[in-house]
């Protein structure tokens, strides 16, 4: 337990902190699984309202990840890794709907 004042408050401002970046990776990770889905069915099948709504999930996903990144809660690596992920997991489907 804090035993000055200051130590409390440190405490205090850590856990608030802590609050914070567990919701900010929670809903990146949500983020993530819902555009893995969308991608999984737009794969099995193609069409361009799946790719539109594909499109959608990719762009929520991106934002939420760059305002951690922005936010301190996730390291820019770790931010630009996620990112990569979720483009490579749509690449091919884009070259072979474009074949």
């Known amino acids: 337990m804090a035993n000055t004042k200051s130590a409390l408050k440190r405490a205090q401002i850590g856990e608030r902190n802590r609050l914070r970046n567990k ?3 929670s809903a990146v990770r949500t983020l993530m ?3 893995f889905s969308a991608v999984d069915v737009y794969a099995a ?3 361009s309202e799946l790719e539109q709504e594909v499109q959608v999930r990719l762009s929520e996903a991106v934002s939420k990840i760059d305002k951690a990144v922005k936010r ?3 390291h ?3 931010g630009a890794r996620k990112k990569s992920r979720l483009a490579r ?3 091919p489907l884009a070259q072979a709907s474009a074949q």
């Open 89 to 91: 997991k749509l690449k």
């Open 76 to 78: 820019p690596n770790n």
């Open 33 to 35: 699984k819902k555009y």
């Open 72 to 74: 301190g809660v996730l």
């Open 45 to 47: 099948n193609p069409n």
């Open 23 to 25: 919701a900010y990776k």
